[in-house]
């Protein structure tokens, strides 16, 4: 049996709720915690999340739950809810979706059993392909740090526990569990890094997840720190009139980062972050407009405001579904689909390859310096010259969507299509339509 589920972790709770899928991860994370109750002084309940994304299938898990918790004499809590409509309706990505509404019930269900902590199945596995997904995507400190042990009332006892070790407990005991048989599709990014990237570290060093583990340690230790000094550093230099831009920009850049970062109402990118410190360096007055506020630097001050006038607020296309921009009046529809081949005459509809798209599609307004090489053009264009070619008025353009992945402009709506993201006859792509709300 494995020494290494974290007790301590729920230490203080009185009582415990454990998340349970009915596969073999969260199946452990019950047994364990129901046998170390008594010696550690809480009690156990359970909830279970219909995500009634797999029919039939997804039925069959909820039963396995209720039958499984009545024969081991837990209470448990099961609620369900429709991901795609939400998805949808909120203009999310599926797996999104499903996590906003599976960790709200998750925490309704903990306020209606009554207990001071909710622990979920993650697993040292899990963790090292987070780490591996957040490195593609080029993640900092903090995503390299994995998934954290503890957020709120939210612990992850198993952080250290491989899935073999799982495997192995569930076997010896012989417990039974239900699988997802969306685990063994390619369709997900961390499918692929579990079924392909994986193995083959392992290969390199067969305790590959332990290691990782080990690292994402480290790295988050390294991260509480910059961050405490961060803080530190806000509360030094804040008053009534905002932060201390001279005190902001002359910080060492990683405590300066993620000062900004703490102040931003919404996660930012590096690019986001780099325009709030080249903003607080400049003397006089300026602003720069990120992801759900106006930062304005007036008088040495820098102020984290409302959301921008006459921009779009950064949004992240749905695979599938709609997403509006009410700011545009526009509405944007997206689909999967095979490209018929032909040329994209209409600018108001694009056709994008998934392998040639990198990481998330986020819908934005134009940034400074922004440029791209339009399809059949043959050259660089700055956007700032497309517009001023299409004579868009300069008060226009901050509600002209742009389209871009992390390699930059994907394409500017009814002006231009990049042409790295050209698709052939057959090819799987990415519909995105626009149009009028």
């Not at 994995?146 to 198993?158: A, H, Q, T, Y």
Request: aromatic share 6%; charged share 25%; proline share 5%.
């Amino acid at each position: 049996m494995s020494d290494r589920f974290d007790y301590s972790a729920l230490h203080g709770a009185g009582r415990v709720l454990c998340a349970v899928s009915g596969g073999a991860d969260s199946v452990y994370l019950l047994h364990r915690c129901l046998e170390g109750a008594r010696e550690h002084g809480y009690a156990v309940c359970a909830a279970h999340y219909n995500h009634c994304l797999r029919g039939g299938e997804s039925e069959r898990d909820e039963r396995f739950v209720r039958a499984l918790c009545e024969s081991w004499g837990v209470e448990c809590l099961a609620g369900r809810g429709d991901v795609a409509a939400y998805a949808a309706e909120k203009s999310l990505g599926t797996e999104e979706a499903a996590r906003e509404l599976r960790y709200a019930f998750l925490n309704s269900a903990a306020d209606a059993l009554g207990a001071g902590l909710i622990a979920t199945a993650h697993t040292a596995d899990d963790n090292a392909e987070t780490m591996l997904l957040n490195l593609a995507r080029g993640a900092g400190l903090r995503g390299l740090c994995g998934i954290p042990p503890r957020r709120g009332r939210l612990v992850r006892p198993m952080l250290e526990v491989t899935r073999a070790e799982v495997e192995a407990y569930l076997a010896e005991r012989g417990l039974e569990h239900v699988e997802d048989s969306t685990n063994a599709l390619d369709d997900y990014s961390r499918n692929r890094v579990r079924h392909l990237a994986v193995p083959v570290l392992r290969e390199i060093n067969p305790g590959f997840s332990a290691a990782v583990s080990r690292a994402a340690g480290l790295l988050r230790r390294d991260e509480e720190f910059l961050e405490s000094l961060a803080r530190e550093l806000i509360e030094r230099n804040s008053g009534p009139l905002g932060v201390d831009a001279h005190a902001l920009a002359g910080a060492p850049k990683p405590v300066a980062s993620r000062a900004v970062r703490l102040l931003a109402p919404r996660a930012l990118s590096e690019a986001h972050v780099e325009a709030v410190l080249r903003l607080a360096a400049r003397s006089g007055r300026g602003f720069a407009d990120v992801p759900g506020c106006r930062v304005v630097c007036e008088a040495g001050r820098l102020r984290f405001g409302s959301a921008a006038p006459g921009v779009l607020e950064e949004r992240p296309l749905p695979l599938e579904g709609g997403l509006e921009l009410p700011e545009a009046g526009l509405r944007v529809r997206c689909a999967r689909a095979v490209f018929a081949g032909g040329i994209n005459s209409s600018l108001n509809t694009f056709f994008f390859p998934y392998e040639n798209i990198c990481g998330t599609i986020y819908c934005t307004s134009a940034r400074p310096g922004d440029s791209m090489r339009p399809a059949r053009r043959h050259c660089t264009k700055k956007l700032s010259d497309l517009f001023a070619e299409a004579r868009v008025p300069a008060s226009k353009r901050g509600l002209v969507p742009v389209l871009r992945d992390e390699k930059g402009v994907l394409a500017v709506c009814g002006l231009a299509a990049s042409e790295r993201a050209q698709p052939r006859a057959g090819e799987s792509v990415l519909r995105v339509e626009f149009g009028e709300i």
